[in-house]
């Protein structure tokens, strides 16, 4: 069993694409309220430099990041150039079974299973007002690289 309890200040940076940036600080503004560290919006295009995201943060938070085949390679490079051992990736996403959904879904966890380990998080462990069949939670940690001479 795994459980984060974090009761402590955070220095959190929420992402998403140049476009979204106005909504994202509009929520922050909205929300800074219940902020007790430090939050900033930051466009982050998957696949591309994340220099200005290092060093590899603590937690990584993905919520319904899983939609598309174009996008798994940029994200999974992203992940990886982002993940350190010590970072801790929560990937949360609704399952979708409709059209191409169930192999797009299928092809992430084949892909992300080469250079992360993942743990299911149980259903029975999440939220009990928002927990569903169709809502999936994993524990993501990259695993150690094997350095052969």
Not at 55 to 60: E, K, L, S, V
Request: proline share 3%; aromatic share 10%; net charge negative.
């Amino acid at each position: 069993m795994f459980s984060f309890h974090l009761f402590c200040r955070a220095n959190v940076t929420v992402t998403d694409l140049e476009e979204v940036q106005d909504l994202l600080k509009m929520n922050i503004e909205k929300n800074q309220h219940l902020v007790s560290g430090s939050i900033q919006a930051k466009v982050l295009k998957w696949g591309e430099d994340v220099t200005d995201f290092l060093p590899a943060p603590d937690f990584i938070l993905m919520a319904d990041c899983i939609y598309y085949e174009e996008s798994l390679e940029p994200l999974l490079k992203t992940l990886k150039d982002l993940a350190g051992l010590g970072t801790f990736i929560l990937c949360c996403y609704e399952e979708r079974t409709m059209g191409q959904n169930p192999e797009v879904e299928k092809r992430y966890f084949e892909l992300l299973q080469r250079d992360f380990k993942l743990q299911k998080v149980p259903l029975d462990e999440h939220d009990e007002e928002y927990r569903s069949e169709d809502i999936h939670i994993f524990i993501i940690r990259r695993k150690k690289m094997n350095i052969s001479s």
